[in-house]
Nanobody, 127 residues
């Protein structure tokens, strides 16, 4: 069964850094589009970042405006894994972060367009 497992969440002070890891099971997610979403209490799940090899021309990345310049998405395609380096964290970054994957080579900013999800990891940024 294909699985995504996130790790790396935790409590950090504003201005600090965290790295989230998402391990895919075996080679299932190799060459998939992969992304990160987050969901704060009482809010909808929102797009954070994604990476995909669109048209087989090389990896392309996209970021939500709120994280651009602070977060970096990367991946190890051989492992089907994806990472999110989060720097200069702000209190408003506090949320549960979810890894997502989809076999279609495109980047979708709508959560319902993604087929595979991890269980989530909590990130709390304190003042």
């Amino acid at each position: 069964q294909a699985q995504l497992v996130e790790s790396g969440g935790g409590l950090v002070q504003a201005g600090g850094s965290l790295r989230l890891d998402c391990a895919g099971s075996g080679s299932t997610f190799r060459n998939f589009a992969m992304g990160w979403f987050r969901q704060a209490p009482g809010k909808d799940r929102e797009f954070v970042a994604a990476i995909a090899n669109i048209n087989w021309t090389g990896d392309r990345t996209e970021y939500a405006d709120s994280v651009k310049g602070r977060f970096t998405i990367s991946r190890d395609n051989s492992k089907g894994s994806v990472y999110l380096q989060m720097n200069n964290l702000k209190i408003e970054d506090t949320a549960d972060y979810y890894c997502a994957a989809d076999p279609r080579l495109r980047i979708e900013r709508t959560a319902k367009e993604w087929n595979y999800w991890g269980q989530g990891t909590q990130v709390t940024v304190s003042s």
